[in-house]
Every structure is written in structure tokens, then in C-alpha cells.
Nanobody, 123 residues
Framework: QVQVVESGGGLVQAGGSLRLSCAASGSIESINGMDWYRQAPGKQRELVAA???????NYADSVKGRFTISRDNAKNTVYLQMNSLKPEDTAVYYC?????????????????WGQGTQVTVSS
């Protein structure tokens, strides 16, 4: 089994910063994509930032220039540095990991989600 746990959320004033962390543990051969999503009340979950195993990243237009995604492959951990936060960034932030594990039939890739961490930005 694989567990994915986010941390680092909280309450911050507009213009402030937060750093989210997401650590995967368990039966892991390797991790391909690691992504951050967010879901605000009454809205659909949206992709915020994504990073490949080789470090290539992309961002939603709404966070470009303010958020930075990074990862530590040795620790199976992905980070999201969020600067210049705005009230519209308020949401539950979720981490998704595409984990490669060994099964009876060989290696296979599975998607795992964390439980989410609340980020609230006050104006």
C-alpha cells in the first residue's frame, strides 16, 4: 500500500507565503508525475502545478510567477512554494502521485491522492 500525506496549509494574510509538502510512503518503486490540485467551495477541482520525475514543471495561468513546484525524489516528496497569496487562492489543496509499484504481474502505475490541506488567505 501507498500513503500520501500533505502538510503545510494554514491561514495567511493576502501577500503572504506558505509552503506545502506532500510525502509518499509505502510500496514505491518510483514516482512519475507529482501534481498539486486545489478545490474551492462550490468549484471543481483544478490542476495548480505539475512536475515530472525529471523535473519539468507546468502551472495554471492563475498561479504562474507566484507558485513554484519542486520535488525531492530521494524523499518521495513534492513541495509547493506559494508566494504573493491572494484570497482567491483559498481552497483545499490536494497532492496526486503517479506511483510505480511491483505487482504479481509486473510493474504498474497507480494514482494516489492525499487527504488535502486547507489554505485560507484573508484579505
Amino acid at each position: 500500500q501507498v500513503q500520501v500525506v500533505e502538510s503545510g496549509g494554514g491561514l495567511v494574510q493576502a501577500g503572504g507565503s506558505l509552503r506545502l509538502s506532500c510525502a509518499a510512503s509505502g510500496s514505491i518503486e518510483s514516482i512519475n508525475g507529482m501534481d498539486w490540485y486545489r478545490q474551492a467551495p462550490g468549484k471543481q477541482r483544478e490542476l495548480v502545478a505539475a512536475i515530472t520525475s525529471k523535473g519539468s514543471s507546468n502551472y495554471a495561468d492563475s498561479v504562474k510567477g507566484r507558485f513554484t513546484i519542486s520535488r525531492d525524489n530521494a524523499k518521495n516528496t513534492v513541495y509547493l512554494q506559494m508566494n504573493s497569496l491572494k484570497p482567491e487562492d483559498t481552497a483545499v489543496y490536494y497532492c496526486n502521485c503517479m506511483v510505480v509499484t511491483t505487482t504479481l504481474y509486473g510493474k504498474a502505475e497507480f494514482s494516489y491522492w492525499g487527504q488535502g490541506t486547507q489554505v485560507t488567505v484573508s484579505s
